[in-house]
């Protein structure tokens, strides 16, 4: 074992805390850094991720989801529908609501960062020996089963 691993092992459950925190957070901002060229910010991607994920919600659940006040909500889904990335629709039940989707363009421009991302990834992967890879597929796993605890 090597002394990194070791030390890991040793660690005390605050200790592993901070260390998987910040490596976690380290690679979600490397993943978010690795996405085609664009003028879409982390933010209008995140919410229109949050519409892909979560259905067609109202611009309020929307902004519910991506925790942001409406008025900054009202601006992210204006530049999303000047560029055709998303689509309202009447509220089947509330006339006074619509309701956001994501329009199949955005889907496309969603695909497109999610392969980039992929991509970069799996080059990362790739470098690891398979002793590394299967430690990752096995942390990947546990990571799997803490989020749906």
Known sequence: MTEQVVMVAQATPEELTERLRDAITRLNRRLRQERPVGDLTVTQLSALTSLRIGGALTPRELSEAERVQPPTMTKIVAKLEERGLISRTPHPTDGRQVLLS????????????QRVRDEWLAGKLAELTAVERETVARAAALLERLARD
């Open 102 to 113: 994501p329009s199949d363009q955005g889907l496309a421009v969603l695909e497109d960062y």
